[in-house]
């Protein structure tokens, strides 16, 4: 077991109705100025924005806006936004959306507290120093950068897709009601139903053997959300369902399920990277698309956790040889993305992917790990583009 | 389900020498002068209070000192310690032991940071407005308090054992070094459990649903207990077990294992708060022998609850009657406790309790719970004599 930091400073409020609270939890934080950042026009539709700027004023709150974040949110609007939020005297950003609008927030946030170009975060080049304090309304469960300490940006000169943590862009409220996210697209839901589970499975497939309660924790969460991406499926608006799926979206990467790990095995997010970098797939579905392939080329080096996952996450007896049980569980996690429609190849992402591109994509993948990626089996370049073939 | 907030703020920081860490942490918090507040002589004699302050003198932090915190501990000392950071205008408290000096230290810094007398808050009289940081070095695994929102006190003026609980007292951060509790006495262990145990029990059995997440949390949380006592009772230097215990009596009582839930039923806490208030029993010890009574006297409100508990927590088959399914859920956690030598009766906490004593139990307890206890079943004065009559 390895000694670990928990740390998640957000304070969450959960349920119905929730939203209405973020003018008094905006005025708790002592600001003066909010940019309210947010994507496309569901927000503006839907009268999420018109609720939150009501709440802002009943609390006589200043603001400005910023819309127009797309998934995998580019580095030319993080730009935008630091410009504005300068311009305004913005303290405070309060990211109305899912993932993208988050993580955006956060890079706005960086750029607002650091000299110096953003993007030399992401690109690992020095280390933020400070962020301006955030605050999320979330629409979306999928990426739990509500409660985590990670941010994701594309940079479209190149298409690169690159992430950065550090604990100073920790939300420092969450309002998650459940309720907002039932009007998405199921393949959406579908798509975010799978980045939290892989959130928790990218933990659990570790070189150590963490701890129990951890795995107790991770089971339960995993058992969870297959479940209820299932009634989701058929019942969008099961108010019980989205929750459940919300909560777990946010306990999934807060760091509550990798506690006392080697800090888990990435190498799915990364190949996924990639992937969103070149063809701007939907994050869960990429996802979806490449785990598959990647557990067969890496399960022999720790047969022992993909055994215990078969068996206590997919319900596989535990009869047989490990390579039996292991091919059971795998197949049954791809039988139940694609019960969710969610692609289990590249080409059923719609993407014939040319020999020529799967190179780029493994030399990109490799240049970002310094090829040497995850920590189960650690790949290099030849081997992310095995996996990227074996997941044509 | 219900509407939650979830706030856990506290910085914990796990694992083997993670101790040498405080000076480092306690500067992170721009504090001038620190109340180390302790208990007896074991943080004495282990050379902990020694590297602490070491750790503290590297940092160029300065320190006064008070020890003597009891189990169930007095509200005489917390005035002792509001008067010497007053005296010595202490800033932050370092709280160095387990739940009760963690406790104390929360009461003292109630104590700093609000006009009147502390009692008040325990006495429900009015609310705190803030409270001195707080951080703490774990040394027993058991309340919880390190990452929880209460605090308990015993005013010796009537032996009245009262709670308070609010969001300002949550320590800045959580120092957790399994190897800390290594040596404690078996029974101090086994009675820790039993109140991590407890911490989720009483969030389990709620009138509501709960969130399935939650309750899968819980679940593994309860098992993961279970199983690591008994490892403890045979064999108390094992590490793992020894941290395995360690965070789940954090996460038993921060919070997590009650999202979405109505509060949970806190009656077996408060009818042992009296037992613990009138003859000073290792608090975990006269949890374990209430609980079982209480079950036997409320499940038939919620069987529904009792029956998941029974099947999923201690592996009861589902087949028979509910209450056949019940009691043998009861009969198996009291087995458990047996099994590591806690009681299941007052009696065998080694006390012959007279019929005027569980009349005044009762009494007491009425007052302090406005007559009106539980949410399973709600308890009045009459049920709370039943039921320490069972438990005798």
């Known amino acids: 077991m390895n000694n670990f930091t928990y740390y998640t400073p957000t304070k969450v409020v959960f349920g119905r109705d929730t939203d209405k609270q973020v003018g008094q939890l905006v005025k708790e934080q002592n600001c003066k100025k909010v940019l309210i950042h947010y994507g496309g026009q569901s927000a503006k539709r839907s009268g999420l924005l018109d609720r939150i700027k009501a709440s802002l004023e009943a609390e006589h709150i200043d603001y400005v806006e910023l819309g127009g974040v797309v998934p995998n949110p580019r580095l030319s609007l993080v730009y935008e936004g630091i410009e504005l939020c300068k311009k305004e005297s913005v303290d405070f ?75 100073y862009c920790r939300c420092k409220f969450a309002v998650m009601n459940p309720e907002l996210t039932m009007t998405l697209p199921d ?57 459940e799926i919300m909560w777990a979206g ?34 869960g579905a990429g996802l979806a698309a490449v785990w598959g392939s990647w557990a067969r080329y890496v399960w022999k080096d720790r047969p022992d ?58 030399r990109k993948c490799s240049i970002a790990a310094k090829d040497n990626l995850g920590k189960v089996k650690v790949l290099h370049e030849a081997d992310m583009a095995a996996i990227y073939t074996m997941a044509r």
């Open 93 to 167: 950003i309060l990211a109305v959306g899912g993932g993208s609008v988050i993580d955006s927030s956060k890079a706005i946030g960086y750029g607002m507290t650091n000299e110096g170009d953003v993007w030399d975060f992401y690109d690992k080049k020095r280390q933020a120093t400070a962020c301006l304090p955030i605050g999320a309304v979330l629409t979306i469960a999928a990426a739990g950068s509500e409660m985590s300490d990670s941010s994701v940006i594309t940079k479209e000169e190149g298409w690169i897709k690159r992430g950065y943590g550090s604990n």
């Open 187 to 243: 393949y959406q839901t579908a798509s975010g139903c799978t980045d939290i589970m892989m959130h928790t499975m990218e933990r659990y497939f570790d070189q150590s053997r963490t701890m129990e309660l951890t795995d107790g924790i991770a089971e339960a969460l995993m058992k969870t959300v297959m479940k209820n991406a299932v009634i989701l499926r058929d019942d969008p608006k099961n108010y019980d369902a989205r929750a």
């Open 250 to 283: 946010s306990l999934s990467h807060n760091g509550l399920t990798g506690c006392g790990s080697e800090g888990g095995d990435w190498s799915t997010h990364r190949l996924e990277h990639e992937l969103g970098g070149l063809f701007d797939v939907a994050h």
């Open 305 to 362: 956790r993909f055994v215990k996952f078969a068996v206590n996450v997919m319900g596989v007896e535990p009869n047989g040889t490990d390579a039996e049980i292991v091919e059971k569980g795998i197949c049954a996690v791809e039988d139940f993305y694609r019960s969710i429609h969610m692609p289990t190849s590249i080409k059923e992402l719609g993407i014939d992917v040319t020999d020529e591109q799967i190179a780029e994509l493994a």
